[in-house]
Every structure is written in C-alpha cells, then in structure tokens.
C-alpha cells in the first residue's frame, strides 16, 4: 500500500521534473542593475557608448545580452539614439534613458549614475516593504507549529503532576 502510495507521488511529479531543467529565470531589476553599472565602468574607462554596450554583451544575463545585440545591430542601420529610445525587453528604461542622453549630448556617466540610483532606491522600497509583510506570513506558521511545543513545555510537568495525583487518589 506504501508502495502504491509512492509511485503514485512518483508520476504525479514526474512531469514537472520534466520542465525543471527548462526553467530559465528572466532578467529583472538585478540583472538591469548590473548592466548599467557595467555600462557605467565601460563609460568612465573611456570607451565610446556602442563600444561600451558591446563590452559588457558577453557578461551579462543571457535576455539582455540578446538585447543588446539586437539594438548594436539595428543602430548601424538608423543610429544608436533611435535605437536605444526605442528598445523593447527588461532594459527598456535603461536603454531609452542611455539614448535620450546621447540625443541631448548629456554626460552619460551621471545619467547611468542616477539611474542605478533610481533602481537601487526602489529595490530597497520593494525590500522594506517585503520586510513589514514577514511578520502577518509568519504568524500562522508560529502559532500552528511553535506554540502547542512551547504549551505543552510550560504546561507538560504541571499537567504530568496533576495526572499523576489523580492516578494515585484512585
């Protein structure tokens, strides 16, 4: 019967094992992040913007490098400002911000720079705002596991005590 019970578990899982190896986690804000510091270094070791981008392809997430290259290969065709503005993919604010910037003739080391801010600032919003949740997910963990423990510790002796009296009265 055990046995049945676990195979039976064995091929309701088995299909998600399946895709397991599949799975590929998407670029987000990290990995955004890190491309415009990259972006940043490249900027103040001297390299020129497309230099820059082409630089920093090979080292980051997958999705933005593919990103990356789409946008280098379309700027040879109608300018890299055209192209960055009009980016789509996770580093789409980036990438418009980057080419609002070189269609101005702004500095691009400050706007990479408050950039990272921007994002930093707001990954820490969205943390301190998981942190302030933490306490409501954890409650029904604690009083469902830890408190009938904690009870039957502070409760368990006098209980013992008092069924043991009641064992010897009769």
């Known amino acids: 019967m055990i046995a049945a019970v676990g195979v039976a578990a064995l091929l309701l899982t088995l299909p998600s094992w399946r895709r397991w190896p599949r799975r590929i986690r998407r670029a987000g804000g990290d990995e955004v992040l890190e491309l415009a510091m990259l972006v940043a270094l490249g900027i103040d070791a001297g390299l ?32 890299l400002a055209t192209q960055l503005r009009a980016a789509p993919g996770p580093a789409a604010k980036l990438l418009a911000q980057v080419g609002r910037a070189v269609e101005t003739g702004a500095a691009l080391g400050p706007t990479l720079d408050s950039f990272v801010e921007q994002l930093t600032a707001q990954q820490r919003a969205e943390a301190a705002a998981r942190m302030q949740r933490l306490p409501v997910k954890l409650l029904f963990p604690l009083a469902l596991l830890m408190l009938p423990g904690l009870v039957l510790m502070l409760a368990g002796p006098a209980l013992i005590e008092v069924l043991g009296r009641f064992a010897a009265t009769r």
Do not use: I
Request: hydrophobic share 40%.
């Open 48 to 79: 020129n913007l497309s230099s820059s981008l082409t630089w920093v392809r090979p080292h980051v997430h997958p999705e933005l490098g593919a990103q990356l290259g789409s946008v280098l290969r379309a700027a040879r065709l109608t300018g």
